[in-house]
């Protein structure tokens, strides 16, 4: 795609990759739901364009970005290697600045509800989906220490997974470090163009991970750990944070990343039919398609096929929040999908699809983890 005097060097970069070959019209759940052009990435990356070459935009650009998931199956489809995802963060914040006031008072409010545990914890104590279940388990011997990043919401919201997790981790020999809730990834503000308030988060995070003397990062919420994995991203070669991202970026993996070479024989398995919903931020963000469904498979589980398994169940971090028609539409047709099988439960690998789900669904929704720690 040919640009004209765009200042941003980044997104000239990335527009410039586009061929228009609409290969990401396939794969976008919004266009597949609105049909519309502009709702689709090829059509969002015409109106960053237009905004980035003649610095004017309207209310609607907004909307139409606003729109976006950020799921990145486009990025998954594209042919060109389009880092659409940077584009967006970058348009985003672009045309912040015309937003109406109202609605930057309610995404503030947002961000900082989701982030702050002494707002957040009484909100989320009331609309908690479960509670911890059995006793912690005691790592035996001289284990290797692992970091676990406790997450901003999951704590609060479902604290059986992360107990899960670090059972799980002791009868592997691994003592697991978890994170303090308020240690929050960044990415609600990234993903709301607060860039500001996202970077200091993340050097903080950045600074006291550093001081941990573990080998390995663990994340169980995949749209955290996709953030942490992007943390390079965030800076300039030249800022002296971005070796110190490198390094954060590459100790950290998913859970199932981490458990998929280990001997999970030991374990004991909650059996049940299942259907699994692999989230986008895993699939498409981390490029770990498959990965989780794997490992449930060789446990002896047998994950149903789920069509349009690529599309995103409209969870999308803060989308469902702010974008309630759309969202709702998503969880429709994904949990259409997932039920075709009467399964006993469906399980994700995600917090907000996790919760996102179980709000409309009779079955019940759990992460995948916790089937391996009954």
């Known amino acids: 795609m040919q640009t004209h005097q765009i200042a941003n060097f980044k997104a000239n970069e990335i527009i410039r990759k586009c061929v228009h070959c609409g290969f990401c019209l396939a794969t976008c759940p919004t266009y597949q739901l609105l049909g519309s052009e502009l709702d689709s990435p090829r059509g969002r990356i015409y109106l960053i364009k ?29 042919p060109s290697g389009v880092e659409y995802s940077s584009l967006l963060d970058i348009g985003r914040g672009f045309v912040e600045k015309k937003r109406p006031v109202w609605q930057k008072v309610v995404r503030y409010s947002v961000r900082k509800l989701l982030t702050t545990p002494v707002l957040f914890n009484p909100i989320g104590f009331i609309a908690k989906h479960s509670q911890r279940q059995g006793e912690a388990v005691t790592p035996s011997g001289d284990g290797k220490k692992v970091l676990l990043l406790g997450g901003c919401v999951q704590p609060v919201l479902a604290p059986n997974i992360n107990h899960s997790i670090k059972n799980i981790l002791a009868k592997l020999g691994f003592e697991a470090i978890e994170t303090p809730q308020k240690q929050c990834c960044g990415a609600v503000d990234q993903h709301l163009s607060a860039e500001h308030d996202a970077l200091k988060k993340v050097k903080r995070n950045i600074d006291s991970w550093l001081t941990q003397q573990v080998d390995t990062i663990i994340s169980s919420a995949s749209g955290c750990g996709l953030m ?6 965030l800076f300039d070669k030249s800022d002296p944070y971005y070796q110190k991202a490198k390094y954060i970026s590459r100790k950290t993996q998913d859970i199932a990343e981490f458990l998929v070479d280990k001997d999970l024989s030991q374990l004991n398995l909650e059996k049940a039919n299942i259907s ?49 028609k759309l969202s709702q539409a998503l969880k429709n047709n994904k949990l259409k999908h997932l039920q075709v099988a009467n399964p006993e439960m469906i399980v994700t690998a995600n917090i907000g699809c996790l919760m996102h789900l179980q709000k409309d669904s009779k079955i019940p929704v759990k992460h995948w983890v916790e089937l391996l720690d009954n």
């Open 50 to 78: 237009s905004s980035l070459e003649r610095n004017d935009f309207s209310t609607k650009s907004i909307e139409h970005l606003d729109r976006c998931l950020t799921c990145r199956s486009c990025e998954t489809t594209c």
């Open 276 to 324: 699994y919903h692999e989230p986008c931020t895993l699939q498409h963000g981390q490029k770990l398609a498959g990965l989780v469904n794997s490992i449930l498979q060789q446990l002896g589980y047998t994950p149903a096929p789920v069509k349009d398994s690529h599309l995103c169940c409209g969870s999308a971090g803060t989308y469902s929040i702010f974008q309630p």
């Open 228 to 233: 942490v994995k992007d943390y390079p991203s």
